[in-house]
């Protein structure tokens, strides 16, 4: 994905996200009137959304009220990480052959992260259900299993001086062939390698702010915005062509959409 591209869709997220927990001020009047008359909510569900600063992430959060001031419960979340060094690239061979799918040069493995552990929210002032919007610390802190796929090339293969189109993952005796341009047609189905997933273990931390206009209503719409951090026991090969880390550090902006009962 170009630069300019991933600008685009995090700049889109923003308006949409903006939008979708601002339109929730409309209802906050009458909903208000519903905590007012003695309704207390005690478990709240939802669903997150959002993007960080190496690709995007899904989520879901299930959380008991312990207060006005307080929440804390268990999530789960699934997340893509690309390396920020990648870069597409569009195959001139490719093109000669009929086949017209960029690739990413140099890349060995698709990275994936795996989280579940614990959550908690702290809502900075009890003022804020007059108002309708409140402002809220949020932690998460738990496992990360970083799941890895391999990433398949196909390439031109010269056997018996006849050229065959063959798909590729990295091995250290193809090192050669794999990172050789005039070899390359393209990048192989998102599919491919799915049943050759490997795993490594690792921790997960994340900080960050919540708006919450609807914070004492049924409905949860809300934006967060913060930092995450992995750490894994040992470095994630997703390059072959540079230097590979263990520890990863994005900021993210998510939207959260669920309910209270």
Do not use: C
Request: proline fraction near 2%; charge should be positive; aromatic fraction near 14%.
């Amino acid at each position: 994905m170009s630069k300019f591209r991933y600008t685009y869709l995090i700049q889109s997220f923003i308006l949409v996200a903006t939008s979708v927990v601002l339109s929730s001020k409309v209802h906050s009047q009458v909903e208000i009137q519903t905590v007012r008359k003695g309704v207390i909510f005690k478990k709240e569900y939802a669903a997150e959304f959002g993007m960080h600063t190496n690709g995007y992430l899904l989520s879901y959060t299930q959380s008991r009220i312990r207060n006005y001031y307080s929440t804390n419960g268990m999530f789960a979340t699934f997340s893509y990480v690309r390396d920020p060094r990648e870069s597409k690239n569009e195959s001139q061979v490719g093109s000669n052959h009929g086949e017209f799918r960029n690739y990413t040069y140099g890349k060995q493995n698709s990275f994936f992260a795996l989280r579940t552990g614990l959550f908690g929210l702290r809502y900075f002032s009890e003022k804020a259900r007059d108002r309708g919007v409140a402002v809220a610390l949020v932690w998460r802190y738990g496992m990360s299993a970083g799941i890895l796929k391999p990433y398949y090339l196909k390439i031109l293969d010269n056997h018996d001086g006849e050229n065959l189109q063959v798909l590729v993952r990295y091995e250290e005796d193809n090192k050669d062939e794999f990172l050789d341009p005039d070899h390359i047609l393209g990048k192989g189905s998102f599919f491919k390698g799915i049943t050759e997933l490997s795993i490594i273990p690792g921790a997960y931390g994340q900080l960050g702010l919540r708006i919450d206009p609807g914070a004492y209503e049924k409905y949860v719409r809300s934006l967060e915005i913060g930092i995450q951090s992995d750490l894994y026991i040992k470095k994630v090969p997703i390059l072959v062509t540079e230097k590979n880390k263990s520890f990863f550090l994005n900021f993210y902006l998510s939207l959260q959409l669920g309910k209270r009962r």
